[in-house]
């Protein structure tokens, strides 16, 4: 079974500064999907940023890009210019490719809040 | 095109009484997950249903129960309901799950039983 470990619970950051957020994960798969969600106190949980475990190149959205670490098991997301907006609760989320059915396994999350 | 839709938005029930969820995929979407999320566990996967099967099952009491329409419309029930149900309840859909298709969630249904 895989698992996905956040170490940070809580985080803060000045508006304009840069942030990361740490995840982890273990999986016995060689081909998978990793995602970072979003969820702002509305509570709708929005996507962030995608990334695929055979591409070696790290995603980028806009102020959102990720560490990729393979070997490491890490996956961590950087925010750049932190804005009020960006106040949330964020989830790393780990999809096995194989199977060919779907289910996400999430980390417990990292409530990062924005300062002015 | 409209997102998934979560009704109802909120619910209070008591113990021993059921409930029924629903979630409306996003329009062509025809894979639906359900999670539930507490502020202790996170988010735990209860199921997925393709094409009005069921084809992954979380760790859940048979207490919780769900089914998909021709339509991709899911509903998601609980029976007996315990103090520990309460929690958000969130729906997913997902456009090619076997292509890593990421999930689109809903709004959720926040159940409270007393």
């Known amino acids: 079974a895989q698992t996905v470990t956040q170490s940070q619970p809580e985080m803060s950051v000045q508006e304009a500064e840069t942030v990361t957020l740490s995840c982890t994960y273990d999986?016995?798969?060689?081909?998978?999907?990793l995602f970072w969600y979003k969820q702002p106190p509305s509570r709708q949980m929005i996507l962030v940023i995608r990334?695929?475990?055979?591409?070696?190149q790290n995603a980028t959205e806009n102020r959102f890009s990720v560490n990729f670490q393979k070997a490491a098991k890490s996956f961590s997301l950087k925010i750049s210019d932190s804005q009020l907006g960006d106040t949330a609760m964020y989830f790393c989320?780990?999809?096995?490719?194989?199977?060919?059915?779907?289910?996400?396994?999430f980390g417990i999350g990292t409530k990062l809040q924005v300062i002015p | 095109k409209a997102g998934v839709t979560q009704t109802p938005r909120y619910l209070i029930k008591t113990r021993g009484q059921q409930v029924t969820l629903s979630c409306s995929p996003i329009?062509?979407?025809?894979?639906v997950s359900w999670y539930q999320q507490t502020p202790g566990q996170g988010l735990q996967f209860l199921f997925e249903?393709?094409?009005?099967?069921?084809?992954n099952k979380g760790n859940f009491p048979g207490r919780f129960s769900g089914r998909q329409f021709s339509n991709s419309r899911s509903e998601m029930n609980v029976s007996t309901l315990e103090l520990g149900d309460s929690a958000l309840y969130l729906c997913?859909?997902?456009?090619?799950?076997?292509?890593?298709?990421?999930?689109?969630f809903g709004n959720g249904t926040r159940l409270t039983v007393t």
């Open positions: 997913a859909s997902s456009l090619a799950p076997d292509r890593g298709s990421p999930l689109h």
């Open positions: 989320a780990f999809m096995n490719a194989s199977g060919g059915y779907q289910k996400v396994t």
């Open positions: 249903y393709f094409s009005e099967t069921q084809r």
């Open positions: 999986t016995s798969e060689s081909n998978y999907y």
């Open positions: 329009s062509g979407h025809r894979s």
């Open positions: 990334q695929e475990a055979y591409k070696q």
